[in-house]
């Protein structure tokens, strides 16, 4: 099994910034692609962002594309979600999650296998 954790949520103010982390541990060797997901309070969860590992190659949801950068350091085993330019729309709890078969849609959250308990970030007008 994999375990995520994410860390870096919080509030800012409209146009602020913040960088969220996602910690990795047991079975990682197995991951192939991370993402990032994002569930506003009375609506469904949705992709925001994704990385595969072996090539760095990235997806974003057309929401982010141009104010979200998803990183990644292999060593570390952790994945990073850069938020710019962030909206109080960008509310939500902020999930990452991880895929050990490749082969299969980034943006679709069935196709993730783990999934970290998540963390709150919150955009004030």
């Known amino acids: 099994q994999v375990q995520l954790a994410e860390s870096g949520g919080g509030l800012v103010q409209a146009g602020g910034s913040l960088r969220l982390s996602c910690a990795a541990s047991?079975?990682?060797?197995?991951?192939?692609?991370m993402g990032w997901f994002r569930q506003a309070p009375g609506k469904e969860r949705e992709f925001v962002a994704a990385?595969?590992?072996?090539?760095?190659?990235?997806w974003y949801s057309d929401s982010v594309r141009g104010r979200f950068t998803i990183s990644g350091d292999n060593g570390k085993n952790t994945v990073y979600l850069q938020m710019s330019s962030l909206e109080p729309e960008d509310t939500a709890v902020y999930y990452c999650?991880?895929?050990?078969?490749?082969?299969?849609?980034?943006?679709?959250?069935?196709?993730?296998?783990?999934w970290g308990q998540g963390t709150q970030v919150t955009v004030s007008s």
């Open positions: 999650a991880t895929q050990t078969r490749g082969g299969r849609p980034l943006q679709s959250s069935l196709s993730y296998d783990y």
């Open positions: 047991g079975r990682t060797f197995s991951s192939v692609a």
């Open positions: 990385i595969i590992w072996l090539t760095g190659l990235t």
